[in-house]
């Protein structure tokens, strides 16, 4: 297993290369599909269902400037699968190259307890955590342009701005009594 480096290849001019992790790839296409549409600068998407990468394509794939780990509350495998993946990332993709997005915060099947573990985990890992909506167009376009936001200074295309100051920014918080019950 060979850890995936943030700065082991040049950047592209001009453009950015995201990679969106999910289990399911429900809401990954859809995603990917209105990320390409960017017409100010080139944005080059890689999808996987899970890290390790394989090794095979390793000198030909491009430099990836961020990464999104797309979690669905509903499924306890989409949890597990990005807990498991985030081993295979240097620690070098946590100073602001990293960001969780959740999707069906809202339904009511999503246990409490696994959004307390999302909300952790970010906050453990310095990492922003984008709640999403996956069922409607607007919710994949509000979407789209607040993982462009942080894809741009990610990829370095943003001047006086760094993809550490931005996660500091935008990083998630727990709060000290997080281990208490949400709603009493």
Do not use: W
């Not at 944005?43 to 390790?52: F, M």
């Not at 959740?102 to 952790?120: F, G, H, M, S």
């Not at 701005?161 to 009594?177: C, M």
């Amino acid at each position: 297993m060979s850890l995936l480096k943030p700065f082991s290849k040049l950047p592209g001019l001009n453009s950015a290369n995201i990679l969106l992790v999910e289990s399911k790839e429900e809401f990954q296409q859809s995603l990917a599909d209105a990320l390409v549409q960017e017409t100010a600068f080139t944005v080059n998407v890689r999808l996987a269902k899970s890290l390790p990468l394989p090794m095979e394509n390793e000198e030909s794939r491009p430099r990836i400037d961020l990464v999104a780990f797309i979690i669905d509350l509903t499924s306890e495998l989409s949890f597990q699968s990005t807990e498991a993946s985030l081993k295979c990332l240097d620690p070098g993709y946590f100073l602001g190259k990293v960001c969780f997005m959740v999707t069906n915060a809202r339904n009511a099947a999503a246990p409490i307890e696994r959004l307390d573990a999302v909300r952790k985990l970010a906050a453990s890992l310095h990492c922003p955590l984008l709640f999403t909506e996956d069922q409607t167009p607007d919710g994949v376009t509000n979407a789209t342009e607040r993982l462009l936001t942080i894809l741009k200074v990610a990829a370095g295309l943003v001047p006086m701005a760094t993809a550490l100051y931005l996660s500091n920014l935008t990083r998630s918080t727990v709060s000290p009594d997080i281990d208490q019950p949400s709603f009493d």
